[in-house]
């Protein structure tokens, strides 16, 4: 099983990354489990000028990832909180995939803030998102609030709640990608 984690913010020092990287490591531990980090920081994605099935010259970086996306059995998408939404950056590389690129796979999304809050909005517009590109948003979900204190300088959760929600997390989320499977 593959589950790439997408890391949405292009924000240089973002916390997010944290998250990211504990939740790379979780998945690590599975048996039968292949996990990457696709760091949209890293990644420099033009911005969207016109629809994709238009453009001739697809960066190839992004014609990789559609590739990942169309072979992965889920799909983690990490995204901080901007004034109330997903950032910016995260929303038009969105906009750049095809129709469809998440085409019956299961999305588990952790959201992540400075705040207490843990990125309720930001989780609630990408669940919408991933419906039109007919990716499965699943109920359960990881939100970190206080990342800045979440972890340790190993990476390692400070909060004994986040290793059990965690799990629980994945675990669920590899339940719909072995039920989707089916499908797919
Ligand atoms: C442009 C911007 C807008 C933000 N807006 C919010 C917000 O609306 N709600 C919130 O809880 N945190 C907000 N934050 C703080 C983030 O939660 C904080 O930076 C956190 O570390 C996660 O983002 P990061 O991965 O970029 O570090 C904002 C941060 C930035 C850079």
């Given at each position: 099983m593959h589950i790439p984690i997408l890391l949405g913010t292009t924000r240089t020092g973002n916390q997010s990354s944290k998250v990211a990287a504990f939740l790379q490591q979780q998945l690590r531990t599975m048996e039968d489990m292949t996990t990457e980090v696709l760091n949209l920081g890293e990644a420099h994605f033009p911005m969207l000028e016109e629809r994709i099935r238009k453009?001739?010259?697809?960066p190839p970086l992004l014609q990789q990832w559609v590739h990942t996306f169309r072979q992965a059995d889920g799909i983690i998408i990490v995204t901080p909180e901007y004034k109330n939404s997903l950032p910016g950056s995260l929303k038009n590389f969105l906009d750049l995939l095809p129709a469809g690129a998440f085409h019956y796979t299961p999305i588990g999304i952790a959201s992540v803030t400075s705040g207490a809050l843990g990125g309720i909005n930001a989780l609630a517009h990408l669940r919408l998102i991933s419906l039109s590109l007919k990716g499965m948003p699943i109920p359960d979900r990881f939100m970190v609030s206080h990342v800045q204190d979440a972890f340790d300088e190993q990476g390692?959760?400070?909060?004994?709640k986040l290793m059990p929600q965690s799990d629980k997390f994945l675990r669920e989320l590899v339940k719909y990608a072995k039920a989707f499977r089916a499908i797919n």
């Open positions: 453009v001739e010259d697809l390692q959760p400070v909060s004994e």
